[in-house]
Structures are given as structure tokens and as C-alpha cells.
């Protein structure tokens, strides 16, 4: 048994639909990390991002954020630093479910 499934066990959001905003450094390594845990990711992108075609090319389903914010239960912003209040403000608050999770790569960019 692999570290990871001592530490957690997915199977406790197996059931959850999982948003990953961003495809860069952060979001495309942590979007196939966990599709290939076994959980159903959809990808948020700018409406006009050339990255569509990368993320289906991975086997991924990718949305305009707003779009694959909707409805998601647990939603990582894995954008730069710089974007984050805009994307917040403009895409995923709108959109976000009641009862939702955000996760960041880490608490200086919300801060």
C-alpha cells in the first residue's frame, strides 16, 4: 500500500466532482494526479485559453471556469498569484455551489 493511501483515502470524495481552475505548473500535474486516483476532474479555463486542446488531449473534459465551477463540491484555483482576486470575483464566486470547497496551492495568494 502506497504512502498516499495510508495518509487518505480518496474514496472519501470519490463521489464528489472535483474542479481544478488552471492548467500551469500547478494545475495540470494536480488535475491528472486525481484523475488517475480514480476522481472525476473537469479542468476551468479562460474562455479564449489555448490550453483546451492540451487538457483533452490528456483525456480530460475542460469548461470555461464559470461553466466548471457550476455545481462542483470541491474546487481548486491553481492560477498565478496575480489573477486569483479576478478569477475569484468574476468566475468561481458567481458559479460556486453552496457547501463548496476551495483549495489554493497555498495561503500567501489568498492573503
Do not use: C, K
Amino acid at each position: 500500500m502506497s504512502r498516499l493511501r495510508e495518509d487518505a483515502d480518496p474514496a472519501a470524495i470519490a463521489a464528489q466532482r472535483v474542479t481544478v481552475v488552471g492548467w500551469g505548473a500547478q494545475g495540470r500535474p494536480q488535475a491528472l494526479n486525481l484523475r488517475d486516483s480514480g476522481l472525476d476532474v473537469t479542468v476551468g479555463l479562460r474562455a479564449a485559453s489555448p490550453s483546451f486542446a492540451a487538457v483533452a488531449a490528456e483525456g480530460l473534459r475542460a469548461l470555461p471556469v464559470h461553466q466548471a465551477v457550476r455545481g462542483a463540491d470541491l474546487v481548486l484555483v491553481l492560477v498565478p498569484d496575480e489573477v486569483i482576486p479576478a478569477v475569484l470575483r468574476e468566475e468561481v464566486f458567481p458559479a460556486l455551489a453552496p457547501g463548496a470547497a476551495l483549495v489554493f496551492a497555498h495561503g500567501y495568494a489568498v492573503h
